[in-house]
Every structure is written in C-alpha cells, then in structure tokens.
C-alpha cells in the first residue's frame, strides 16, 4: 500500500504511476503491451478513438473515490462541494458544444444513456420502432438479447434492399402501423448522413418521441461535419469516448427540453423525467472522475484543431472508401458520408468472410472489425462485412496519401490470404512480415501522442 503521508495534489497524481509499478508489476505490464499495441498497428475500428492525456489524467485521479447520489446541491452524501462543481462545470460545457438547453452527463455508456431514455418514456411492453440491429442499429435500440426487446415490443424498420440506404417512406409507413411510442435513430454501422428532420416529421405525424442515438457521429456534428439532431430530437444519446474523449454517456435536449410530459397523473418536464430515471431510476453514483474528465474533454472540442479534424475524419474515409472502389470492393451505399466504412467483403473472393479478413489484417497489424451486413445470412461470428473507420488515424495525422497506402496493404492481404474454411486461413509469412514491416512504418511515422 502507498506509505505516502502528505503530499500535494500534484506531487500525489505525479506518483500515479510509480506506485502501480512497485505495486502491480502484472498490470503495469500489461499496460505497457497495450500501449505498444496501440503504437505498432493501425488503429481502424469505427467505435475506436484517442483521448488526449490531460483526459486520461483526469479519470486516473483522487476524483475517482468520490460516492455520492443525485445531482448538484441535491446529493445523498457530504462533501460535494468539489464535484459539484466539475459536475455543473461538465454540463456548462456539454450543452456549448452541442448547442443544447439541456445535458446529463451522467450516464455510465452509451448504452446507459439509451436505457434511461427507454426506461424514462415507456411502461413495460410499450413501442419501440428502431433500425434493425444488423442493419446498422444498435443492441440497446431493443434488440430482443438486450433490456429493450425483453421488456418492450420493439418493431424495426431495414434499409433498401437495392441502395442500402435508409428509406425514409418505408418508415413512415411502418411507424403509421405500428404507431410506436419512440422512434430511434441512428446506429453503429450506417455510413451515410441521417436526416434527423425527417426522422421529426414521423415521429409528429404519430405522436412518438425521437431519440437520435449519435454516439458514431457525435465528434462530426460538433464539428458540423453533420446535421445535427439536438432539436430535430427529443433526446440525442452518445458515448464520449467515440467523439474522443473519456469512456462514458451523455443524454442531451434542445427545444423540447421542458415539454410536459404526465407520468402518474402528474406533469413534469421531459428534463426532470430524465434527471430522476438516471437517478434513482437506473444508476447509482456517478463515476465523478469520468465527468472531470467529460469536461475537459468538451473544452477541447472547441478548438479549431478539434473542429477541423472531424472534417479530416471524413475526407480520410471518403478517400480510403474511394480507394477500396477502385481496388474492386463491394463499398456498402458505394461511399461514406461519415468516419466510417463497411464493405460487403464476402463480395472480394469465394470463401472470403468477415472473420478471415478479421484476423488476417490483425496478423499483419491492420485492426479492423467483422461485421454484419443488411440481409446477412452470416451470423455475428463469421460475418460478410468488414467495418472500418478513420477517427484514430485522423487523430495521428494521416492523410490522403496515407489512406491510399492503408488501401494497398489492406487489399495486398485480402488477395493473398489462402482460405480454408470460413474461419480458417494459411498466410504466407512473406506477405505477412512484409506487411507488418511497412505498417509499422507508417505507425512510427505517425505515432499517437
Ligand atoms: N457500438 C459498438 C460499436 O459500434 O462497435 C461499440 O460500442
């Protein structure tokens, strides 16, 4: 155990690391592998991004002991002066960046987020309609394996089977049957822009709320590299850490931030309905250290540097979608409107699935994810998708040239993968240190800072 007796705070936090040397060398080791890890491969997992350290300082400090229930100056415990402060200082900053009248930054995750607006708005066996789960949805938008399909009957409405784009009169017609509660928008694998405003205009013709989940393209409408959702929805949902900053949630409101709502008889604000189902309707204390952190986080997206890397972001991707065209692969919707891009790698060569191109890239140090497709007949395991994203790479200062190389190597190594079974291949050890050898390169050329 730390003998330290009084120390100041900066002379504490400065010894954060020492300490888990002495104490864990396990850990600190481990720690140390994942930050080589993270130096030596490519990093292009849509969902992925970097924090900054000043981010990383706030979650690993004294904050972190904090407990306490409730909201500022409205606590279950003493003491609550200081997070009090970073929690009002975090929501200040969160509704500046977002442009929104309301912020809750409370939620654990994304998923968290999700389930307090669910669990906020509906009674057991309400209607959900949502964007189906392989289609580019999300598992907390009522997947029958998650809270949402258990306890509420959820409908879904697909993409187009011809575009794979969202249809926006299929959903209206399905929202007309099915006259759900809320709608929910947005999702984990959809690569093109999400008009929210029409999202709006359903959910007013039956009378549903609208959540906007925009926890893939939250840093680009910051940015606004994409239309925003703050007052087209009623609630927009978001992890933090997509955008860049700590791990956590983030529940926002613009325009009908204080519409009524009657829930046993009484009326309360849409707000207010929301601060009690966070708690104590779904969580317990806050991780307070993670809201110092959401704070910091919020003030860096203000910068220009911030701001102009989300359109970064995009011109990566639309280069590397563009690239990846050209090579002859089957690039879902044929582009990228945003950070991301899935293809429908099953399309490149017979045998080829998901999980082969998964992990032959890996080995070759391109990190990448397996992913389902609209109308897959592949379960999750297998997958025909591959789902790429450029937020990590942007963030290390690639650019266009950058994203034609990534294309090369990544297409060298799908070519030259034998496959043997759907999950099985033979890769040449040539090709694979060869390939590793030049991804490190542009690793080292590019590191994260
Ligand atoms: N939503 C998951 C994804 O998009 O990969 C991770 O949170």
């Known amino acids: 155990m730390d003998s330290l007796k009084r120390l100041s705070s900066q002379a504490y936090h400065e010894g954060i690391w020492d300490a888990l040397k002495e104490q864990d060398e396990h850990v600190y080791q481990l720690i140390n592998k994942e930050y080589e890890r993270l130096q030596n491969t490519l990093q292009l997992i849509a969902a992925e991004n970097l924090c900054t350290r000043a981010v990383l300082a ?93 306890f509420f009957d959820v409908e879904n409405y697909f993409v187009d089977r011809q575009t794979y784009r969202l249809d926006v009169e299929n959903i209206r017609q399905k929202a007309l049957e099915f006259k759900p509660k809320l709608i929910i928008c947005g999702g984990s694998a959809y690569a093109r822009t999400i008009d929210f405003q029409q999202f709006r205009r359903i959910a007013d013709e039956v009378g549903a709320y609208l959540m906007a989940d925009i926890s893939h393209i939250a840093g680009l409408i910051i940015a606004g590299a994409h239309p925003s959702p703050i007052d087209a ?122 999980a082969i191109a998964q992990e032959c890239l890996e080995e070759c140090g391109i990190i990448i994810n397996k992913n389902r497709l609209p109308y897959d007949t592949r379960n999750a395991a297998v997958a025909s998708g591959a789902r790429l994203g450029t937020p990590i790479v942007t963030r290390n200062g690639m650019g266009p040239d950058q994203m034609d190389t990534i294309a090369g190597l990544f297409d060298t190594v799908l070519r030259g993968v034998k496959i043997v079974s759907e999950r099985e291949y033979e890769l040449d050890n040539s090709l694979k240190d060869d390939t590793r050898r030049k991804i490190m390169e542009l690793c080292h050329e590019f590191p994260m800072s």
């Open 233 to 354: 929805a009623h609630f927009s949902t978001t992890s933090t850490y997509k955008p860049g900053g700590p791990r956590g949630g983030l529940i926002l409101m613009g325009k009908d931030f204080d519409r009524q709502i009657e829930v046993s008889g009484k009326k309360t604000p849409l707000w207010r309905l929301i601060q009690k189902t966070t708690f104590p309707g779904v969580q317990g204390t806050p991780y307070l250290n993670n809201i110092a952190a959401k704070a910091i986080f919020f003030k860096e997206t203000l910068s220009e540097e911030y701001r102009s890397r989300q359109f970064r972001i995009v011109e990566n991707a639309a280069r590397l979608a563009e690239n990846l065209l050209g090579l002859g692969y089957d690039v879902v919707t044929d582009g990228t409107d945003n950070h991301m891009i899935l293809i429908n790698i099953a399309n490149l060569r017979e045998g080829m699935t998901g």
């Open 58 to 150: 706030a979650l690993g400090s004294i904050v972190q002991n904090k407990t306490t229930e409730g909201f500022p100056h409205a606590r279950f415990h003493g003491g609550c002066d200081v997070v009090d402060d970073i929690e009002e200082l975090a929501v200040a900053r969160a509704k500046e960046t977002f442009k929104a009248q309301y912020a809750n930054v409370q939620p654990h995750s994304g998923t968290a987020a999700n389930q307090i607006v669910l669990v906020a708005l509906l009674e057991s066996g309400d209607r959900i309609l949502s964007l189906e789960l392989n289609q580019g949805g999300h598992v907390s938008h009522g997947a029958n394996v998650s809270f949402g399909g258990k």
